[in-house]
């Protein structure tokens, strides 16, 4: 299973993590820091996977944004190198050309893509139509949600409670 | 109240929060704390636009730095219990990011979370299924594991889809949820949708990785499906659980070989056909056609220009290793291309298969391949070559190696590498070497030699532990040396004033060494050559006996390796003294002395005396300003040799102050019959030889008579003091009785027979029966009436220091040197390594272990068992609400194990069934049973449960002949 998905800039930025297995506060610090501090100064035409400390890290650079993910040793790690694709192909579809500032400003939104595609460290959708769909429907409760809380009425009936 | 409404207007967005972070100019801590500050008072708001915010920002914050949110725990529930989908939203998220196990609300939002699962919303049950996901705790998932197994038959495919895979975590926190669920997971693997069934495949295939065994009935569903599988997901996870399948039942992979062959042949997908790879080289091992095929594609692989492929190529080819070498030797070329590829881990991982390949036959070969790398590689990598080739040749005691010559040279090669970090190895090894292999020490001399008269490696700090090596070796070794001349020039040259005094020391002790054994030489040789040919007999005569006396000598002096002048005086008469008393002994060392002897011979002829006057002068020259050292070492050496080198020149009658008079060396050669005796006493205090020591030569030392471990630190009554180690006392006593033994010659009967049970356990480190002085009892007996103490030590540092004779390893065919070998020295490496398995076997394997393997257990196990599943289904009576009504509450969960139960058990008996649809039957079976029984009252129920366990229990009994070996895993036979 996936432990954890991390993803960081070039300057070693932390842009999203996804712990899903236990790591405490301190935990997760040192992984982010060990981790970018292994990762970064790989160059270019080096393989994808490090082994780190028993299991294995698989990441891949997209522009400046590195997506790491962490697995078991017996885990494929070419099937985890497409999950990684996977995700930053719904996110280039969802956000059109996604780049690094839509996930600084969407980070929320970038969460909510990650848990329609993976559940409890594993895939659970493979389709990338579905997995837009599920968003755009959510989006839609949302906007709707939004819409209402925001109308006049609502305003009013708020201050005047 | 406005002020809600003046809060929500002013607040700051995320999008502020994120702009201003991104173009602040105050740093960014204090632009954190700042920010913080703000969110801490708008979380407090009353409105919940104004607190979702507060908490959407507090998450950003806390993923961008780790910062503790927990403080905000309660208010993110709040958001979470908002009506509204879009707070909703942003609290699940705050809660799945920052809550974990102690997170003290959790204890509150179980209602809350029962609630959304059961939702008509399916993104808010899909919603609290992944805030599930993560931060269940065993409470959390006993208490929803009845919501969880409703939604897995839920009509909406998002919800049973998710469903499906939280059970994993479910499980895992709660191992008894796969008494209730179990069923329904498997019966997902027939859904109607293929991500379901991906889900399930998944899950069951994380729970097999963990303990394949309970899973090997299921394995003509997973051939079915692999068969029919279009998707490559899908197909990567059933590969890789016939991969764990398969090791536990070999009938198994006789069947799967050939459509695991088919999958690699026709898909495109690389990283479904490196699981295919990865299951033949794990589960297929035996099947040849599996594994050629296998190598075919890891060829390919390796030969990619992608690193990703490379690096996985030469990983898979490892375990193939012990059980299929032609693999790897097929593909020796490109595993050893990649020693230079510009990835370490490739490198790193084209190392370990190398020195996996290493055999007698091509060590030679390997290591000098793996050398050309380790001088043209970087240094980090040069010395995992340099370590590599260290551990591989030395592994066991230096199986591998039958030209030590060659090894020997290779060992000063590696001191030579300028980037070498590993010169403590090599320092032990050239030791080792010296010490073990008796025939390849002229070798190790003239490497060492080599390695000493370099005066530029004297520069290089990392080389001086070699160097002291080499040093020690010279001196010890000094009898096959051509020219010890030379060899104490290089040991003096003005440059050695860089080395540590350690080192240094160790330098001057070889100059000691060297320089007794010349003179001796010299004195001997002319001597022997001389008229006098009747001193020589004589002489040889005495060293041969002296040589034991001062074996004696040196225990007492309990091994010192720095012999002080002192005892060189004391010496001559006392082992003068025992000469005649031990005229008679055997000879221990013959063989030593023969070979020293005749290259003496040898050597004699090239020392001439001018070489012995020069060598002196050099030695004054040279010696005398390092009496003036500040390192006490240097200077107590420095002095030590100085003394016997004045002692040495007074007997000759040399002076200092003239050089090269013809006159001395007619004086020298005169005084050469009195010296000779003087000498040879002073050059047998260094000949007796240093053995290997074995490293469990500390246990074999008994615990002294005087020595007190226990009782004095008891009588301190220190209250901290605990002896956790058992055999420190038990020493201790054994210790005691052997010595009581011998101090009173007698032994009570209890005693003896421990005493006999003792001996018999650590025979090492017991005198042998006749004693070691062997039949001269005019010596041995005295000894251990006097001092029992001096004999046990005498025996033990012994024992240690000689190589035992019927360890030696038995005689090969080939001539290859014979390496002393203690008779307890075991491969250091050879530690059992921990199994992945051992590691992981849990509650939770065992628990499905039980929920598969219950009905056949039963039969034996009966009643005690059944009341314990009942209390277990009295435990989870409350929270087993569902469709049903209360009444039937306990009947309904007794079914659901039972049905469960009876899926197994059905299966087992429609065993020879050809096709698998048992699965929908067995549950028509147990669904009718189970709406049979809703209908009666509880009395009545309970009656019918006690007669149904009872009928169930009978047939059981009828079928029991059939099944007497539980272990044995039911697999259909279509597939066998």
């Known amino acids: ?161 | 109240m406005g002020s809600s409404v003046m809060e929500s207007f002013f607040q700051r967005s995320l999008d502020d929060l994120v702009k201003g972070l991104r173009v602040q100019v105050i740093g960014e801590a204090r632009y954190v704390a700042k920010a913080l500050e703000e969110t801490r008072k708008e979380i407090k708001s009353t409105d919940l636009h104004t607190k979702a915010v507060a908490v959407q920002k507090l998450t950003y914050l806390h993923m961008l730095q780790g910062l503790d949110i927990s403080w905000a725990a309660f208010h993110v529930v709040e958001v979470m219990s908002s009506s509204k989908f879009c707070f909703k939203k942003i609290g699940y998220l705050a809660a799945s990011q920052s809550f974990h196990e102690g997170t003290e609300v959790l204890l509150l939002i179980t209602n809350l979370l029962r609630k959304d699962l059961g939702s008509k919303n399916e993104y808010e049950a899909g919603l609290a299924l992944d805030c599930l996901s993560r931060i269940a705790t065993p409470d959390l998932a006993r208490d929803l594991t009845p919501e969880v197994f409703t939604m897995l038959t839920s009509s909406r495919l998002y919800v049973r889809k998710k469903a499906t895979l939280v059970l994993l975590k479910v499980f895992s926190k709660y191992p008894d949820a796969i008494r209730i669920a179990f069923k329904r997971l498997v019966e997902k693997l027939e859904d109607s949708d293929t991500q379901v069934v991906g889900a399930a495949v998944t899950v069951l295939c994380e729970l097999a990785i963990s303990d394949p065994k309970p899973y090997l009935p299921l394995a003509p569903e997973f051939y079915r499906l692999l068969a029919n599988s279009s998707n490559n997901w899908l197909s990567i996870k059933l590969v890789k659980i016939f991969g764990v399948l398969c090791p536990v039942e070999p009938r198994l992979a006789r069947k799967i070989a050939e459509p695991i062959c088919e999958q690699m042949r026709k898909t495109g997908a690389k990283s479904l056909v490196f699981e295919c790879i990865r299951t033949v080289t794990l589960g297929l091992s035996e099947h040849a056609g599996a594994v050629e095929l296998a190598v075919e594609k890891l060829k390919e692989f390796m030969a990619e220009e992608d690193p990703n492929l490379r690096y996985l190529g030469l990983q898979s080819l490892s375990p193939l290793m012990s059980s299929h070498p032609w693999a790897l030797t097929e593909n020796k070329l490109l595993i050893v291309r990649c020693l230079k590829d510009a990835d370490p881990s490739i490198q790193v991982e084209s190392l370990r298969l190398i020195t996996g390949m290493v055999s007698e036959d091509n060590v030679i070969e390997t290591v000098e391949i793996l050398l050309q790398y380790a001088r043209s590689s970087e240094p980090v990598f040069c010395n995992e070559l340099i370590s590599a080739i260290l551990s591989t040749c030395s592994k066991g005691i230096y199986d591998l190696i039958t030209d030590f010559t060659w090894y020997v040279q290779v060992l000063g090669a590696i001191a030579r590498l300028p980037n070498c970090e590993h010169e403590a190895e090599v320092e032990r090894q050239l030791v080792d070497i010296g010490l073990r292999v008796k025939s390849v020490r002229g070798d190790l001399l003239k490497v060492c030699r080599e390695l000493l008269m370099d005066p530029a490696l004297l520069d290089h700090a990392h080389l001086h532990k070699a160097l002291s090596a080499a040093a020690w070796v010279v001196g010890e070794f000094a009898e096959v040396a051509h020219d010890p001349f030379q060899l104490i020039e290089a040991l003096l040259q003005p440059r050695t004033k860089l080395l540590p005094a350690s080192v240094h020391a160790v330098y001057l002790q070889s100059v000691l060494k060297i320089f007794v054994f010349s003179t001796h030489t010299w004195v001997r040789g002319f001597v022997s050559t001389g008229d006098q040919g009747g001193t020589a007999v004589v002489e040889e005569e005495f060293e041969k006996n002296s040589r034991e006396g001062v074996k004696d000598q040196e225990e007492n002096l309990s091994g010192s390796a720095g012999i002080s002048s002192p005892v060189f005086h004391d010496l001559n008469p006392n082992s003068e003294e025992r000469i005649d008393n031990r005229q008679h002994k055997k000879p221990m060392v013959e063989d030593k002395e023969g070979t020293c002897a005749e290259s003496n011979v040898h050597l004699a002829t090239r020392i001439s005396s001018r070489l012995i006057l020069e060598m002196m002068e050099l030695i004054r020259v040279n010696v005398s300003p390092l009496l003036n050292s500040v390192e006490m070492e240097v200077q107590e050496r420095a002095s030590n040799l100085l003394g016997l080198l004045k002692k040495v020149q007074e007997i000759l009658g040399v002076r200092n102050d003239k050089l090269h008079e013809p006159m001395d060396i007619h004086t020298m050669e005169q005084h050469s019959s009195t010296a000779a005796n003087v000498l040879a006493g002073i050059q047998s205090i260094f000949s007796v030889e240093p053995g290997p020591v074995s490293l469990l030569a500390q246990s074999k030392v008994t615990v002294p008579k005087g020595l007190d471990l226990v009782s004095s630190l008891d009588e301190l009554g220190h209250p901290s003091y605990v002896d956790d180690d058992p055999g420190t006392e038990k020493d201790w006593e054994d210790g005691r009785f052997f010595l009581k033994k011998s101090r009173d010659g007698s032994i009570s009967g209890e005693t003896s027979s421990l005493l006999a049970l003792h001996r018999e356990k650590h025979v090492t480190f017991y005198l042998p029966n006749q004693a070691y002085f062997g039949d001269s009892n005019d010596l041995s007996q005295p000894l251990q009436e006097d001092a029992p103490m001096l004999s046990d030590r005498l025996a033990d540092s012994l024992m240690l220091a000689e190589p035992k004779p019927q360890g030696s390893k038995p005689p090969q065919a080939k001539a290859r040197p014979v390496v002393i070998r203690l008779e307890d020295e075991q491969e250091p490496f050879d530690h059992p390594s921990k199994s992945r398995k051992g590691l992981k076997v849990d509650i939770l394997s065992t628990t499905i272990r039980e929920v598969l393997m219950e009905n056949k257990t039963k039969s034996w196990a009966t009643s005690n068992r059944r009341d314990a599943r009942a209390s277990t289904s009295k435990h989870h009576r409350r929270s087993h609400r569902s469709a049903k009504s209360k009444k039937h509450e306990r009947n309904e969960h007794g079914d659901v194990v039972q049905a469960l139960d009876e899926t197994i058990m059905s299966r087992d008996a429609i065993e020879d069934d050809v096709n698998s649809p048992q699965i929908g039957k067995a549950e028509k079976r147990s669904d009718a049973s189970s709406r049979r029984h809703s209908k009666h009252s509880k009395n009545h129920a309970q009656l019918t449960r006690e007669n149904r366990e009872g009928m169930r229990y009978s047939r059981q009994r009828a079928r029991s002949p059939l099944n007497i070996q539980p272990e044995v895993a039911i697999i259909p036979d279509f597939l066998l």
């Not at chain 1, 981790?35 to 100064?41: A, N, T």
């Not at chain 1, 590195?66 to 040793?73: H, L, R």
């Not at chain 1, 929320?108 to 139509?129: C, N, P, R, T």
């Open chain 1, 1 to 161: 299973m996936i432990h954890f998905v991390l993803l960081f800039s070039r300057q070693g930025k932390v842009r999203l993590t996804k712990w899903y297995s236990p790591y405490s506060q301190k935990e997760r610090a040192k992984v982010i820091r060990e981790l970018s501090g292994v990762i970064l100064p790989r160059g270019p035409k080096l393989c994808n996977f490090v082994e780190w400390r028993g299991v294995k890290v698989v990441y891949k650079r997209y522009a400046s944004l590195y997506f790491c993910m962490c697995i078991d040793s017996e885990d494929n790690e070419l099937e985890c190198l497409e999950i990684i694709h996977h995700y930053v192909q719904i996110l280039d579809r969802y956000f059109g050309n996604v780049c690094e500032l839509d996930l600084i400003f969407n980070f929320h939104k970038a969460y909510f893509i990650l848990d329609e595609v993976l559940i409890a460290g594993e895939l659970q959708e493979s389709s990338k139509k579905s997995v837009a769909r599920v968003i755009a429907a959510q989006d839609a409760l949302v906007d709707a949600a939004k819409e209402q809380a925001a109308s006049l009425s609502n305003i009013i009936a708020q201050a005047t409670r």
